[in-house]
């Protein structure tokens, strides 16, 4: 089992990494169009690797999960609808099908950022409230990364294409009453392979920072 286990991991890390680095050559290719139409296929892979990689089922997992993807569903029609929570915001096409202009992936993005960051927040304290405020806080700081190249992406963009400060405020109360939430049911993920989903995540955005 041990060994099984360990293949698998090895497995899933490289194909994160392998996603992430064809990613970046891709959307610097002549391809690009191509290779961002795929982001939903990204998404989806994270959360399989994630599930592919639990520890054990828990008992509460499919409501563990439920809560992030219920908050971001929420928060996000509100936002796009009504500017509330984040501010006056549309998504373009690369995320794929919309609920009330809202992706289904985007839902499922909320679910891969709150169990990563969760994950290596309670690797670093073993502190309940820090680690929630932490999770948040990593979660933000994603957010911050992506906003850069969300639009060139297509994948949404503020009114006058400008994100609002409380777009960031919004992200990291949302984060915190999901992690206050999902951490509370412990349930039992892979948190080294948690690192290599969040890092790959901040390196892909990070990268078009600077391209």
């Known amino acids: 089992m041990i060994v099984k286990d360990t293949f698998k991991y090895k497995i899933s890390v490289f194909v994160i990494w392998l996603f992430t680095i064809s990613g970046v050559i891709g959307i610097l290719s002549p391809y690009s169009d191509w290779f961002l139409s795929m982001t939903p296929l990204n998404l989806i892979l994270y959360f399989i690797i994630i599930l592919l990689n639990l520890k054990t089922f828990h008992k509460h997992l499919f409501l563990a999960f439920s809560i992030p993807f219920l908050l971001g569903f929420i928060t996000e029609a509100l936002g796009v609808n009504y500017g509330l929570v984040y501010g006056s915001y549309s998504y373009g ?101 948690s690192w290599h989903v969040y890092i790959s995540i901040a390196v892909f955005f990070g990268v078009f920072i600077f391209v």
């Not at 948040?136 to 992506?146: E, G, N, Q, S």
């Open 93 to 193: 096409n690369n995320l794929g099908p919309k609920i009330i202009g809202v992706p289904f992936l985007i839902c499922i993005n909320w679910v891969v950022l709150t169990v990563a960051s969760s994950d290596i927040a309670r690797s670093i304290t073993k502190n309940k409230w820090v680690s929630v405020v932490l999770g948040a806080l990593l979660m933000t700081a994603l957010d911050v990364l992506i906003e850069v190249s969300a639009p060139r992406f297509d994948f949404w963009e503020f009114e006058n294409g400008i994100v609002p400060l409380q777009n960031y405020i919004g992200w990291f109360v949302t984060s915190l009453l999901a992690h206050a939430a999902y951490q509370n049911l412990n349930v039992k993920t892979n948190r080294p392979l």
